[in-house]
């Protein structure tokens, strides 16, 4: 794994910034641009409460990496959960589907199984060779819990078995520009949304 190749540049944010930041961490793992970041608010105690109570609940997760300057998304990874507790085998269970596939996993605490959809842990962008090197770019993430739209659940799943190299062809409504997607008020089909943006970065010529 290569250690961190990426200089942060930190910024001040006028108080005026429309989309909040995150302090993010970029790394390059194998052949990818990762990124590790905190979601520590995409759970509260009712999502708590409702989990514990054996009811499935949902998270539909994307990030968009841009380049600073540009309004469409140079790529997109998208990332679903759904968290329960099986009331008779007395265990907590998160399954996970995104690019790399779908996976379900089995937990004896509650604090165990949201340690997994609390965090981004050098979660994987895109081919770092796509970044051009000294150039600045950010992500910016739209976090969707419980989404009451059927439609978007289901573009989801589209989206997700695609191949890599059509990801990014069609026109999904996930492909947004920035301002459409982050800054622009409107009444989401959730029961809660968050919505971030990390510090610019750029990554650096190799040696």
Do not use: C
Request: glycine share 6%; aromatic share 12%; hydrophobic share 45%.
């Amino acid at each position: 794994m290569k250690r961190l190749a990426f200089a942060l540049l930190l910024l001040l944010v006028a108080a005026d910034e429309p989309v909040p930041l995150r302090q993010v961490g970029f790394a390059e793992k194998g052949p990818f641009l990762t990124m590790t970041v905190g979601l520590n608010d995409v759970v509260d105690e009712a999502f708590k409460k409702k989990v514990r109570s054996g009811f499935a609940q949902t998270i539909v997760l994307r990030v968009y990496l841009y380049r600073e300057g540009d309004e469409a998304p140079l790529g997109l990874t998208l990332r679903t959960y759904r968290v329960w507790y099986d009331l008779w085998d007395e265990r907590f269970f998160v399954q996970m589907q995104d690019p790399q596939g779908q996976r379900s996993l089995p937990f004896k605490t509650e604090a165990e199984a949201l340690a997994q959809v609390t965090k981004l842990d050098m979660f994987p962008l895109i081919p770092a060779k796509v970044v051009p090197p000294g150039v600045r770019h950010f992500v910016a993430v739209l976090v969707e819990v419980n989404p009451i739209s059927p439609e978007l659940l289901a573009q989801a799943r589209r989206w997700l078995s695609r191949p890599g190299s059509e990801r990014l062809s069609g026109g999904e409504t996930f492909l947004g520009s920035f301002v459409s997607l982050f800054v622009n008020t409107k009444v989401s089909e959730a029961e809660r949304v968050i919505k971030f943006r990390s510090q610019p970065f750029y990554r650096q010529a190799p040696k």
